[in-house]
Nanobody, 122 residues
Framework: QEQLVESGGGVVQPGGSLLLSCAAS????????IGWFRQAPGKGREGIAY????????MYAESVKGRFTVSRDNAKNTAYLAMNNLEPEDTAVYYC???????????????WGQGTQVTVSP
């Protein structure tokens, strides 16, 4: 079964950090761009970061630039999102997905994990 599973979410205070993992099974993660997205209550799904499949090129949404870092470990078939200096506005369900192109648009991604909750609360 081809699957993406996010983990690492939780509750953290403002200014704290979390490392999210996106474990792939049934396919090689290295063959696809991997995007990270989030959706807060009452808001649409926001593309926040991606990493390309060949050169590990990355891009970030303005809302997270300088605070979040996306990476991948192909040997572990896992992608990561390191989140630093978290703010209450970062509270959302975070998703990873594999796509067909390097973009922050959710429309280019066809396989999604189930999401992991990140709550930033004082």
């Amino acid at each position: 079964q081809e699957q993406l599973v996010e983990s690492g979410g939780g509750v953290v205070q403002p200014g704290g950090s979390l490392l999210l993992s996106c474990a792939a099974s049934g396919f090689k993660l290295a063959n696809y761009p991997i995007g990270w997205f989030r959706q807060a209550p009452g808001k649409g799904r926001e593309g926040i970061a991606y990493i390309s499949s060949i050169q590990d090129q990355t891009m970030y949404a303005e809302s997270v630039k300088g605070r979040f870092t996306v990476s991948r470990d192909n040997a572990k078939n896992t992608a990561y999102l390191a989140m630093n200096n978290l703010e209450p506005e970062d509270t959302a369900v975070y998703y990873c997905a594999r796509g067909t192109s390097v973009t922050l648009s959710p429309a280019a991604y066809f396989d999604w994990g189930q999401g992991t909750q990140v709550t930033v609360s004082p």
